[in-house]
């Protein structure tokens, strides 16, 4: 069997979209790829509702901790995704040859209204990103 692929996917925060995204990279595609996710400017966790939201979908990301990009910056990667227009706008030159790629998803975080409310757009980002991303990166296996 060959080795997996490896893909970094960026935010801004690395907390919401980039961390669901390694989580549902690392669960539906393992074995072929190996997701990691890093911020632009980490913050200084991942928010609790990306949490709820996907274990609701059954997958643990309960124990992610943002990054900052520049600890990935030497590691050689088959696709780097970015998930927000900022991180695109600041993305770092990565040495070698890498595919680069940009699937932009609104930041939940930002998401107001009553908790249901909030809670409703976490869950379309998180199948979004399932269904747009993950696909994407399928596409390469």
């Known amino acids: 069997m060959a080795e997996p692929k490896r893909v970094l996917i960026l935010c801004t925060g690395n907390s919401c979209r980039s961390q669901m995204a390694e989580g549902w990279v690392n669960h539906e595609l393992a074995g072929t790829w ?20 996907m274990a609701e979908a059954g997958i643990d990301i309960s124990d992610g901790t943002p990054e900052s990009v520049d600890r990935y910056l030497d590691v050689p990667w088959d696709l ?9 706008e600041s993305c770092p ?12 998803f609104p930041d939940p975080a930002e998401a107001s209204g ?24 399928r596409r390469r296996t």
């Open 80 to 88: 780097v995704i970015t998930v927000c227009d900022s991180a695109k």
């Open 34 to 53: 190996i997701a990691r996710s890093a911020g632009t400017k980490p913050a200084q966790q991942v928010h609790p509702l990306a949490i709820r939201a």
């Open 93 to 104: 030159i990565f040495p070698g040859p890498v595919e680069t790629l940009h699937i932009s």
């Open 114 to 137: 009553t908790d249901d409310e909030v809670m409703a757009v976490f869950r379309a980002v998180r199948d979004d990103i399932k269904k747009r991303l993950v696909e994407e990166v």
